[in-house]
């Protein structure tokens, strides 16, 4: 199937964090500090999806208190500690009632690939390791944590003929925002 049509069949983006949200740097400061550059771009792209239709779901083989913070201020369910990422899927797949088929997911390592083998739509960072972007029917023209979530979000509602108004519901709610603070 042509990856166009792949596109609009999406009904959720599940996605990696480290390696597809950020550039897969980890900085350990004193303490138990964990740092993570998460991309601006990527975040308003995930508002945008989660207020028109298009939940946003991560999953992760690690834990910290830096993706639940980033997670919580988009209103993304994460998903940490996702040793087993097709069990993970799967059990998105369950929450939301909707089949694997409706579901693109994005990676860039060796751990997503089980992911990215049941998903509707397999989606490779242009960073990501070769057996990834095989597996790929989709590969981003961004590297991970430079914008590759923002790159799918927007491949998909285009796809679905929802941008524009996507775009002005979102221009919508920062107005509404601006105007209660």
Same mark, same amino acid.
């Given at each position: 199937?042509?990856?166009?049509?792949?596109?609009?069949?999406?009904?959720?983006?599940?996605?990696?964090?480290?390696? !597809?949200?950020?550039?897969? =740097?980890?900085? @350990?400061?004193?303490?138990?500090?964990?740092?993570?550059?998460?991309?601006?771009?990527?975040?308003?792209?995930?508002?945008?999806?989660? &207020?028109?239709?298009?939940?946003?779901? &991560?999953? =992760?083989?690690?834990?910290?208190?830096?993706?639940?913070?980033?997670?919580?201020?988009?209103?993304?369910?994460?998903?940490?500690?996702?040793?087993?990422?097709?069990?993970?899927?799967?059990?998105?797949?369950?929450?939301?009632?909707?089949?694997?088929?409706?579901?693109? @997911?994005?990676?860039?390592?060796?751990?997503?690939?089980?992911?990215?083998?049941?998903?509707?739509?397999?989606?490779? !960072?242009?960073?990501?390791?070769?057996?990834?972007?095989?597996?790929?029917? @989709? !590969?981003? =023209?961004?590297?991970?944590?430079?914008?590759?979530?923002?790159?799918?979000?927007?491949?998909?509602?285009?796809?679905?003929?929802? &941008?524009?108004?996507?775009?002005? !519901?979102?221009?919508?709610?920062?107005?509404?925002?601006?105007?209660?603070?």
């Amino acid at each position: 199937m042509p990856v166009q049509q792949q596109f609009t069949r999406i009904k959720l983006l599940a996605c990696d964090v480290d390696g !597809v949200l950020t550039d897969g =740097t980890i900085i @350990y400061g004193n303490g138990a500090v964990e740092l993570k550059a998460f991309n601006i771009k990527d975040g308003l792209a995930m508002k945008l999806a989660g &207020w028109n239709a298009l939940p946003v779901v &991560w999953i =992760t083989g690690r834990c910290s208190e830096a993706v639940a913070r980033r997670a919580a201020e988009l209103d993304v369910h994460v998903q940490q500690g996702a040793g087993d990422k097709d069990a993970g899927l799967r059990a998105v797949a369950d929450i939301h009632g909707l089949s694997l088929d409706e579901i693109a @997911y994005v990676g860039d390592d060796l751990n997503d690939l089980p992911a990215l083998r049941i998903a509707g739509l397999p989606v490779a !960072v242009a960073d990501a390791v070769p057996e990834v972007i095989a597996t790929a029917a @989709y !590969v981003t =023209t961004a590297p991970g944590g430079h914008g590759a979530i923002r790159e799918v979000i927007t491949a998909i509602l285009k796809a679905q003929g929802r &941008w524009d108004e996507a775009v002005e !519901v979102y221009l919508a709610r920062m107005r509404e925002a601006a105007v209660g603070q």
